[in-house]
């Protein structure tokens, strides 16, 4: 039957997919044509059985071709891991028979150490307690000598500006200026004085003419509004009396009543269109009203800013005035010094030469031990003193001219822990320093050819650069960029060029040397190359280009910064990184650019790195790169000569003493000493002395270059403030002419709408009139007669009474123009009079300033006289402590020399017994290198014995071998790996193959035992049957929704088959 087929068909699809599947059969007739789609079906199912099978043997046939070959790998792996394991305990035994060794050896070697230090530290002992004896004295004689020198500076200090009698002329010089200025100042008081009295006077007759103005004006205003009411009244009275006239008029003729109806309604339409114009008008005159109120506002606020730029303005005239004084002033200490300078030269000549004298005949009678350790002990002092000086680097020299903003700044970079003070590789090395301000006047020279002003420097600036290189090396971390963005400003950084002050040549005279090659020449051809690349750019300003081409800026930011003319103030910075930049002279260079701080006392500056509440101000200490070299060079050159005059006294000495033999003393010895001793402290004194002068030259110098400075900025300021106040005071002044004239025009309009509400009134009145006289028309021609005879008196009286009004007015508004006139006269002559008085305020405020100071220098010169006095008592009773003391010392040095050859002699043994020591340490390093898989170590460096040598050789033989094996290991296990991957694959191909054989061996096997289910005779209505695996489970190889397709196909047709089935019934 064709529902058989249908149903036989869909069941051997799914048995080929699925196995095993419930099956749902009806039980049929079988027919021919059923019996041959039957047999169709079962060939399918044999002929897919035989391919599967094919495919299995197939798969087999390559799994056993793989096996032989995953054997001879697995059998290598294993041969690999037992050599490996061979060489790793061969290795381990020549490593542990080494250390063992060496560890045999330190532990001897340790234990004679351990003997030879206490014998040792017996001997140091001694030793120590003798020196301590001998120390304790020198440390008290050098502490009372340190004082005497110290007092005796302080004392040629203060006799270097005058002795008590120089001091005594002084104060009487000073005392009669202060009389002078004081004589100036009471004649400037009273010229002040005199000219505010004038003042107060004219503002007193101000003030009163401004109060009979204001009074005339309420009387202006008075007659001005009763006028308006009289001329209200007179315009009333005609009102009436042409009503009358009209209403008699009308009375008596029928055609003027018609007429006078037409103009009522005519009065009408013009007032209700006055009306409106009239609204308009005064709204518009609102918003003028309003316009001028903010007017007079705008200029009060205005005045309030020109009072505090007038005020500004003097406060600049009053500083200014100081801050010449104090230039003048400081100019003559500096002519005065001048002369004490070179008396000092002259003394520390004549010390020299002392000293040189007494240094040959000491050197002719030689030294006792404890005088030369004495000798020693103080050049080390004084050498020590000069070093540290020296190891401050450039903060010396900042602290030395008293620049605090400078010394604040390196200070800032050594709390941020990049700056390392006293190393020769830090930028704030003086060696570098002198190394970089070259690089300025370099960057002037080529600023110079190129047309651009010569930027100037200051110790802030070289701080700055200082402190912000020494930050972009040293700084912990990775960074995309060497700029740290310190402090702001422009900063250009270049390394790897040379910069040897000695060999440093002119170059190409058109082109930069050291790091400006790079910086200039090189950037500034680029800018040419991209200019011939670009014609079209070339007249454009380059900010321009650069906005065109961003790429650009990166290529020439450097040379722009060079050339820029907005900066101002530059500084410089050398940094030698390590032992190469010392031979070769490069290292890392570093410029920084700034522009002035014109508004620093408002709180604009250069913002510290460590304080967000201080600012530094560019503008102090600027001076040229010339003067600010000539100032470093002086205090380079006489630390650096100090420091090696030190160093020689110093390395004297030594030598001296150690040449020298425990001779006996003797008194001409010992007077010789005393005279070299005394000769050093008078040049020590002398050089003090000169230092005093020098640092109160350069005090008086740091003073007038910052009071020329403050004079540059305050000049500056001055003209500012004077534009200021002349733009501000003109523009004041154009306003209230403005403003007059919007009060005027206002006024116009005012009037004009008061004339507009008059004119609506009067419409108004008009209307009413009109319409009274229509309605009056009623009454009788006599009564209308008499009210047109009273209309006409009321309009001649009240005539009368307007023209007394205006007459009035007129006289009293004449009166008001009168004193306006006046008070803008006087008013004149008080302007004159408050620029004058502000002229003489300022004279008499640089008056008192001069008696300020005349007095402070007074005190400040009784305060020194008195101070030299004591000094002088101090220092002679110090003198007398310290005879005392080197008597007593020289008794305390003599046993010193007793225990030292010995200590010495022992000191030799146990310095060798650690060299030893040292030696087996290295070898043990050495071992555990080679033990750490360092096998290039170096041995060379190293001390052996023949035994460590062989110990050695046989150590690194293991390791050689281990490696060998552990290279075949990972050779092998590589091959092994590689293999058993491509077996695992065929092993699973074989496995699916099998299986997919045996899937198709059972979908044949079931679709024959279907064969026998069918064949059941007819008498079966129906059964069910699960096809079973051998495995006793349900195949799940198709999914659930295959399995559910394939249950509704079959219960569909076992469905349609009984359907049949009963309709056959039914027909039989």
């Not at 002037?444 to 047309?451: A, C, D, I, Q, S």
């Not at 005279?509 to 040419?528: C, L, N």
């Not at 050495?926 to 062989?950: K, R």
Request: with cysteine; net charge negative.
């Amino acid at each position: 039957m064709k529902t058989l087929k249908t149903l036989l068909t869909t069941l051997a699809a799914g048995i080929m997919t699925l196995s095993p599947v419930i099956t749902l059969v009806q039980a049929v007739e079988k027919t021919p044509t059923d019996s041959v789609k039957e047999d169709e079906t079962l060939d399918v199912l044999k002929s897919e059985v035989n391919r599967k099978k094919e495919e299995m043997e197939k798969a087999k046939a390559k799994l056993d071709e793989a096996t032989p070959v995953m054997e001879e790998v697995s059998k290598n792996l294993e041969t690999a891991k037992t050599s490996y394991d061979l060489a790793n305990t061969g290795f381990n035994s020549t490593s542990q028979e080494l250390n063992a060794y060496v560890t045999k050896e330190i532990t001897l070697n340790q234990a004679t150490v351990d003997e030879a230090k206490k014998e040792l530290e017996a001997l140091k002992n001694e030793k120590e307690r003798l020196e301590k004896k001998t120390a304790d004295s020198q440390a008290e004689k050098n502490r009372l000598e340190a004082e005497y020198k110290d007092m005796q500076a302080k004392y040629d200090a203060l006799v270097s500006d005058g002795t008590v009698e120089d001091l005594n002329g002084q104060i009487e010089s000073q005392q009669q200026a202060v009389e002078i200025a004081k004589q100036e100042l009471a004649q400037v008081q009273a010229k002040y004085d005199e000219e505010v009295s004038k003042y107060n006077a004219l503002t007193s007759e101000i003030s009163s003419l401004e109060a009979n103005i204001s009074q005339q004006q309420t009387k202006v205003d008075a007659l001005n509004v009763q006028l308006s009411q009289k001329l209200d009244s007179l315009q009333n009275a005609q009102a009436v009396l042409d009503q009358a006239q009209q209403a008699y008029d009308a009375a008596t003729d029928e055609t003027v009543k018609a007429q006078l109806q037409n103009r009522l309604e005519e009065v009408k339409t013009n007032f209700e269109n006055e009306s409106l114009a009239y609204e308009e008008a005064k709204a518009s005159l609102e918003e003028e009203e309003k316009a001028l109120t903010q007017a007079e506002l705008d200029i009060k606020d205005a005045e309030y800013n020109l009072q505090n730029s007038i005020e500004s303005l003097n406060n600049t005239k009053n500083a200014l005035a100081k801050n010449q004084q104090q230039l003048n002033q400081a100019q003559t200490i500096i002519d005065a010094k001048q002369q004490l300078l070179d008396e000092a030269n002259k003394n520390i000549e004549e010390a020299k030469k002392e000293v040189e004298a007494k240094k040959s005949q000491l050197d002719a009678f030689g030294k006792t031990t404890k005088d030369l350790t004495d000798l020693v002990q103080a050049t080390k002092a004084a050498y020590d003193a000069v070093l540290a000086q020296w190891n401050q680097g450039s903060l010396g020299f900042y602290e030395s001219i008293d620049d605090k903003q400078a010394a604040d700044i390196i200070q800032e970079g050594v709390l941020l822990g990049t700056t390392h003070l006293g190393s020769e590789f830090d930028a704030t090395s003086l060696d570098g320093m002198k190394r970089s301000i070259p690089l300025l006047l370099e960057c002037n020279r080529l600023r110079k050819l190129n047309g651009v002003s010569e930027l100037k420097t200051s110790a802030l600036m070289m701080a700055i650069s200082q402190v912000k290189i020494n930050h972009s090396y040293n700084r912990e971390g990775e960074f995309d960029s060497p700029h740290t963005h310190l402090y702001g400003g422009g900063e250009n950084i270049a390394a790897g060029f040379t910069w040897n002050l000695e060999s440093q040549g002119p170059g190409n005279a058109d082109g930069g040397r050291g790091p400006f090659v790079g910086w200039y020449s090189w950037e500034k051809q680029f800018m040419e190359d991209f200019y011939n690349e670009h014609p079209e750019e070339k007249d454009k300003n380059v900010w321009e280009s650069i906005g065109k081409y961003p790429d650009l800026y990166n290529k020439i930011g450097h040379y722009l910064n060079m050339l820029s003319d907005g900066y101002t103030v530059t500084g410089a910075a050398y940094l030698q990184r390590n032992e190469y930049d010392k031979q070769w002279t490069t290292g890392e260079f570093a410029q920084e650019f700034m522009s002035d701080t014109k508004y620093f006392e408002q709180g604009y500056g250069v913002q510290s790195e460590i304080d967000e509440n201080k600012v530094y101000n560019t503008c102090a200490g600027q001076m040229s790169v010339e003067e600010f070299q000539k100032l470093f060079n002086a205090y380079y050159a006489n630390l650096k000569q100090e420091l090696q005059d030190k160093k020689v006294a110093y390395e004297a000495a030594k030598e001296a003493l150690e040449k020298h033999s425990n001779d006996k003393d003797s008194l001409e010895m010992q007077e010789i000493m005393q005279a070299y001793d005394l000769a050093l402290t008078k040049l020590e004194n002398a050089q003090d002395a000169k230092k005093a002068t020098q640092a109160k030259i350069e005090k008086a110098v740091r003073e007038a270059r910052y009071a020329k400075d403050n004079i540059e900025g305050l000049e500056y300021n001055l003209v500012l403030y004077q534009q200021d106040v002349v733009e501000q005071t003109k523009s004041i002044e154009q306003a209230k002419k403005d403003v007059e004239k919007q009060r005027q025009a206002l006024d116009v309009k005012t009037r004009n709408v008061n004339g507009m509400k008059n004119s609506v009134d009067n419409a108004k009145n008009k209307v009413d009139a009109l319409a009274a006289i229509i309605e009056n028309t009623k009454n009788t021609e006599m009564q209308l007669k008499n009210e047109l005879n009273q209309a006409k008196d009321l309009v001649q009286k009240t005539k009368l009474d307007y023209d007394s009004s205006s007459s009035q007015y007129s006289k009293a508004n004449e009166d008001l123009k009168t004193l306006y006139a006046n008070k803008a006269v006087k008013e004149n002559v008080r302007n004159d009079l408050d620029s004058r008085l502000a002229d003489l305020e300022s004279n008499k405020n640089q008056a008192s300033i001069n008696v300020e100071y005349l007095n402070r220098l007074i005190t400040d010169l009784k305060t020194k006289k008195s101070e030299i006095e004591t000094v002088k008592g101090t220092l002679d009773a110090k003198q007398d402590m310290l005879n005392v003391l080197k008597t007593t010392l020289n008794d305390d040095l003599q046993a010193l020399g007793v225990n030292k050859e010995k200590f010495e002699s022992k000191s030799l043994d146990a310095k060798e017994l650690e060299a030893e020591a040292s030696r087996l340490q290295e070898v043990m390093s050495m071992y555990h290198s080679i033990v750490d898989g360092v096998l290039a170590a170096q041995m060379d460096g190293v001390t052996f014995t023949g035994e460590e040598l062989a110990l050695f050789e046989n150590l690194k033989s293991a390791i050689v071998t281990l490696d060998d094996a552990q290279k075949v290991l990972s050779e092998a296990q590589a091959s092994y790996n590689s293999q058993k991957q491509s077996y695992a694959d065929l092993k699973l191909a074989f496995v699916n193959a099998k299986q997919a054989y045996s899937e198709a061996q059972n979908a044949l096997n079931q679709y024959l035992h279907l064969e026998q289910v069918v064949g059941v005779s007819e008498k079966v209505e129906s059964e069910n049957v699960m096809t079973v695996s051998k495995n006793s489970i349900v195949n799940t190889g198709v999914d659930l929704n295959t399995e559910l397709y394939l249950g509704t196909l079959v219960v569909a047709g076992t469905t349609y088959v009984l359907i049949k089935k009963k309709e056959k019934e039914v027909k039989k």
